[in-house]
């Protein structure tokens, strides 16, 4: 079975410019997750989407943006790029339906990541 | 606001020993507490902890979690050189998102 796959693997863009990373997740996962990891400050969550909706967002700017498409991929946008955006741009997908109903306790699995460098 | 603390922040051992690794947190309505190993790139999935007590196993790894005094153990017997990596924990708390910590760094020595 194919884990989580994202592209590209490294993105190089210079300041005020705009990135598009991408994610595919596991077959069968409908909820995909965006994280960042900045050196030193740990995996932060940026997004949340499931069925085409953001669910939820993490507590960073509004030019952090993305979708999910209707094959449950998503993309995240960064707008206006600044250097501190420079970081690990990590995807994770998940089942949305567990024993517990809608949105229990599933593991969150994760991509290998985008590393976006800002010039 | 939910934090998750991890310690220690490394650790170098030797071949054979067993290392304890802990995690503390405070979140609102937890609903899960997970352990991640982060070698090169991808988090990889190791345990999911819901309730408390309750010890989960794989191989030379475990790891409980005591819900009444917030905190989790992950545990790894024998150790190898291929355990080395950054261990990270998580939490998930009303926003179904994850909360990590700075994570532990682990280098085994042979």
């Known amino acids: 079975e194919a884990g989580v796959t994202q592209s590209p693997t490294h993105l190089i863009k210079t300041r005020g410019q705009q990135a598009t990373l991408r994610c595919s997740p596991i077959?069968?996962?409908?909820?995909v997750y965006w994280y960042q990891q900045a050196l030193g400050l740990g995996l932060q969550f940026l997004l949340w989407y499931d069925e085409g909706e953001e669910r939820n967002r993490g507590n960073f700017p509004p030019r952090f943006s993305g979708r999910q498409f209707p094959n449950y991929s998503s993309e995240l946008n960064v707008n206006a790029l600044e250097l501190e955006d420079s970081a690990l741009y990590l995807c994770a997908s998940s089942l949305a339906w567990g024993t517990g109903g809608r949105y229990s306790n599933q593991p969150q699995h994760f991509g290998d990541g985008t590393r976006l460098s800002i010039l | 606001e939910d934090k998750v603390v991890q310690s220690p922040l490394s650790l170098v051992v030797h071949e054979g020993d067993t290392v304890t690794l802990n995690c503390s947190y405070e979140v609102t309505n937890f609903r899960s507490l997970l352990w991640y190993k982060q070698e090169k790139k991808a988090p990889t999935f190791l345990f999911m902890l819901?309730?408390?007590?309750i010890e989960k196993k794989s191989g030379r790894l475990s790891s409980i979690l005591d819900k009444k005094e917030l905190f989790s153990i992950l545990n790894i017997t024998a150790t190898q050189t291929g355990d080395s990596a950054i261990y990270l924990c998580a939490v998930s708390g009303s926003g179904y998102a994850l909360n990590f910590g700075k994570g532990t760094s682990l280098l085994v020595t042979p």
């Open positions: 077959s069968g996962h409908t909820s």
């Open positions: 819901t309730s408390s007590g």
